[in-house]
């Protein structure tokens, strides 16, 4: 330990020798870092992203949209007494408008070179092809909804308005859609006064599609009228309006973190100097984590954003330990830069070693199975590690700026207050009571919050609820779902491989799984959840029954191989652009598309055991069944949520533990300074469970997380009882030292902390006021368990002893 001390002391005497370098060197750094967070940090928060990272079922994904365009739709959702002259003429209006919508895009290139990656894939000859260049692919309304017919000029696909009806002709139009399952539910609502303009773009990066949703938006106010509500919805402008609010809480956070910052530490230390330098050394932390995520090509997500905000929060604390010693050495008469150098002489080890354990359960993430979660552990540890080495680098740098003479913190003699008055209350309930008594009652309360709450805590995993019940993003949504169609989309991909998919035996097989599918009703509430399906089975009915001269009857499959033969010929001559939505150039492969109302993602797990039951009874072995999409993406993601929750808080506790055992050199008094903080976790599990907050991507990590925070009062407490006991071998004298030097830290880290962590309560995402709260409420279980199970641990298992001359306590 006195090596250690040495070198700290050598480092802060090099520092200060070299300190306009170190600030010039730090001043570069952080021009450089702006400039890479400005030009080059990106947000994503698409739910692909956020699923584990299958590479198989990425590259499947990747393939199926280079094939079929892109699967998540916008909608225009207009509202209003849609079968009449005057909605339709406006309809009509807004929909030839969206059809020359463009916008100039920023990664075009990029997104063509990953869609050439997949050119191969079913040996498209080219359907679709013609209009090529443009952003939108295609706007689908009731304008130009897809309808076959024959007349003395042959089978031909129309649109379902391509001539502006009278007033005569919409009771007859309204009545065509309302018996037409292609239109009712998917286009037009069953009450006939919503409907929808579906516009698939091209296939866009995450900061072009929200640049596209940004300028949708704008675009279809100015058509906005009295009877002809507009909105727009799908998965899409909810991703543009979640990044947003991303980037505006961490620009709010970051303002909060800094002002409580500011005010924190004025409070303790009441000079500029000592308000600047952890400032300064914070916000340097917080922004090189940003720049290194930059240049990493790691983009900011609903879990990253809480990094700035954590780091301020954290990385305070090492500050703050210097800035406390160096006043106090500088109140009792040393010179600044002797002040300095013995301040980070005698802080240097403790920094190190409880960044180290902050930064081991944040790099715990490693382990998860998403690359999301795997960037934040290793964007968190980076900002951990460099709050620590600024402030031991950075920090003394600033601080030999200082000027004049610094009063004592505190007077020498002082009577107890409120705080001495607590910290002696819970580390004398153990003595007063017995050690074993407190310990069986902290744990069997501990066991009895868990397995109560465990009993409640679920896995949830649902966007809409971060927005809040208010927002327009869910009133959209729920709108959607209730009046026109679901907004969750489902593609299922049957590769039938050598006989192709007109064949007559794959095409009666899909025909039974569609009908399989449209019957699945949500178990416990018998809703009907699907509400449309769509593939190429409706191209072969509807041209077969304008074939056979529109018959009801006859809106079927052809009876045989030669009839399904010649009505696809009939339609590729026809409307080759439409059958290109649905199969591949050479028949090989198909695209079934189910739309879903919007669930939390454990709700679809019915829905996908259904679909591969029917795979299994009605395909088997003709064709390979594969899915993608939205829905397949949202339940990777539940599927990993409790394994990696398991995989990253084992991974923080064995790190920890270790490093726990290297610290005090003492397997015992390793294992017994863990014990103390996993108390907080099991209590913060449990009040999850107690109070209904489900298991979902954005606490997922919070246990780990609240393991790390913790672990660094319990060393400084553990490593003063050390001491104490290696020199009088008495456990009680050795507790009331370790009260004496760390117990009022306690209890100012936690303020910290709590007042810290809770500036995430002013978020507008649900998710972060959630994560906020947990984090304080696990800083408080930690100080009451390191004031209470502590002690108690260390009476039970060292107790009071006399140590005989020469005696060493170096092996207890």
């Not at 700026?401 to 009063?407: H, I, L």
Request: charged residues 20%.
């Amino acid at each position: 330990m006195a090596t250690a001390r040495n070198r700290f002391h050598a480092l802060a005497e090099h520092v200060l020798g070299m300190r306009w370098l170190y600030l010039a060197l730090v001043a570069v750094l952080v021009v450089g870092a702006v400039s890479a967070i400005s030009t080059m940090l990106r947000v994503d928060n698409s739910t692909e992203y956020f699923a584990a990272s299958d590479a198989e079922s990425k590259a499947f994904l990747d393939e199926f949209r280079a094939e079929f365009g892109r699967d998540e739709m916008t909608y225009v959702l207009a509202e209003g007494d849609v079968f009449t002259v005057e909605f339709l003429t406006q309809l009509r209006e807004l929909h030839e408008s969206l059809e020359r919508f463009d916008l100039e895009l920023l990664d075009a290139e990029e997104q063509e070179e990953a869609t050439a990656t997949f050119d191969g894939f079913g040996e498209d000859e080219g359907w679709g092809d013609e209009a090529g260049g443009s952003l939108v692919d295609k706007v689908t309304s009731l304008i130009n909804f897809r309808r076959t017919v024959s007349d003395e000029r042959g089978v031909r696909v129309v649109g379902f308005m391509d001539e502006p009806p009278t007033a005569e002709e919409l009771p007859g139009l309204w009545e065509t859609a309302k018996n037409d399952r292609t239109m009712l539910g998917n286009i037009v609502g069953h009450g006939g006064h919503h409907t929808v303009i579906a516009v698939k773009t091209r296939i866009l990066s995450e900061r072009d599609s929200d640049r596209v949703s940004v300028a949708l938006r704008e675009y279809i106010e100015p058509y906005e009228a009295e009877g002809f509500a507009l909105s727009l919805t799908g998965a899409p402008p909810m991703n543009e309006t979640l990044n947003r609010m991303v980037i505006e809480d961490v620009n709010l956070l970051i303002t909060l973190a800094t002002l409580f910052m500011i005010v924190m530490l004025y409070v303790l230390f009441r000079r500029p100097i000592a308000v600047i330098g952890p400032l300064v050394v914070v916000s340097c932390s917080s922004t090189f984590t940003m720049a290194a995520m930059a240049l990493a090509g790691a983009p900011l997500t609903l879990l990253t954003n809480v990094l700035p905000a954590f780091i301020c929060c954290v990385g305070l604390g090492d500050s703050i330990h210097v800035v406390s010693v160096w006043r106090d050495l500088r109140a009792q008469g040393l010179g600044n830069r002797e002040a300095i150098v013995e301040a980070i002489g005698s802080t240097g080890t403790p920094i190190v070693l409880t960044s180290l354990t902050t930064a081991a359960g944040l790099a715990s993430f490693y382990l998860s199975s998403s690359q999301a979660t795997r960037e934040v552990g290793v964007a968190g540890a980076f900002g951990v590690m460099a709050a620590m080495t600024l402030s031991l680098v950075l920090l003394p740098a600033i601080l030999s700026f200082a000027r004049g003479a610094v009063e004592a913190s505190e007077p020498k003699e002082r009577a107890p207050d409120l705080t001495d008055r607590f910290i002696a209350a819970c580390t004398n309930l153990s003595r007063e009571r017995g050690p074993r008594t407190a310990l069986l009652a902290t744990v069997l309360a501990g066991v009895i919050v868990l397995f109560w709450g465990l009993a409640n805590l679920g896995v949830y995993h649902d966007p809409l609820v971060w927005f809040g019940k208010d927002s327009p993003v869910t009133i959209g949504i729920e709108t959607m779902d209730a009046e026109v169609g679901g907004t969750a989309p489902a593609s299922i991909v049957i590769d039938a491989k050598d006989a192709g998919v007109r064949d007559l035996r794959v095409l009666k097989a899909m025909e039974k799984l569609e009908a399989h599918i449209l019957q699945y009703r949500q178990p416990g509430t018998g809703e009907a959840v699907v509400t449309n399906v769509s593939s190429v089975l409706d191209v072969l009915r509807e041209t077969h029954q304008a074939l056979k001269g529109g018959a009801e009857a006859e809106y079927r499959l052809p009876e045989s191989q030669r009839g399904v033969d010649d009505t696809l010929l009939v339609f590729e001559n026809a409307g080759p652009d439409e059958l290109a939505e649905f199969v591949t150039g050479d028949y090989s492969r198909a695209k079934m598309v189910v739309r879903l109302k919007w669930m939390d993602a454990s709700s679809y797990q019915p829905f996908a055991a259904h679909v591969d039951a029917g795979v299994d009874e009605f395909v088997g072995e003709l064709a390979e069944v594969n899915s993608t999409g939205t829905i397949y993406n949202v339940l990777r993601v539940v599927d990993s949520l409790m394994t990696d929750l398991a995989k990253s808080f084992t991974g923080a506790l064995l790190a920890i533990t270790v490093m726990m055992i290297a610290l005090f050199g003492r397997l015992k008094l390793g294992l017994i300074a863990m014990l103390p903080n996993l108390l907080p976790i099991l209590f913060l599990l449990g009040f999850m469970g107690l109070t209904g907050i489900a298991i979902d991507f954005n606490n997922l990590l919070i246990a780990s997380i609240a393991l790390g925070i913790a672990v660094d009062d319990t060393i400084h407490y553990v490593h003063q009882f050390k001491i104490g006991f290696d020199r009088t071998g008495d456990a009680e004298d050795a507790i009331q030292r370790a009260i004496a030097h760390t117990g009022r830290a306690l209890v100012s880290t936690t303020a910290v902390l709590v007042i810290g962590f809770g500036v995430y309560l002013s978020s507008r995402l649900i998710s972060l006021q959630r994560f906020g709260l947990l984090i304080g409420l696990a800083c408080i279980a930690a100080l009451l368990s390191d004031l209470i199970v502590t002690p108690a641990l260390l009476r039970v298992f060292y107790g009071r002893k006399s140590p005989s001359p020469g005696e060493s306590h170096a092996s207890a």
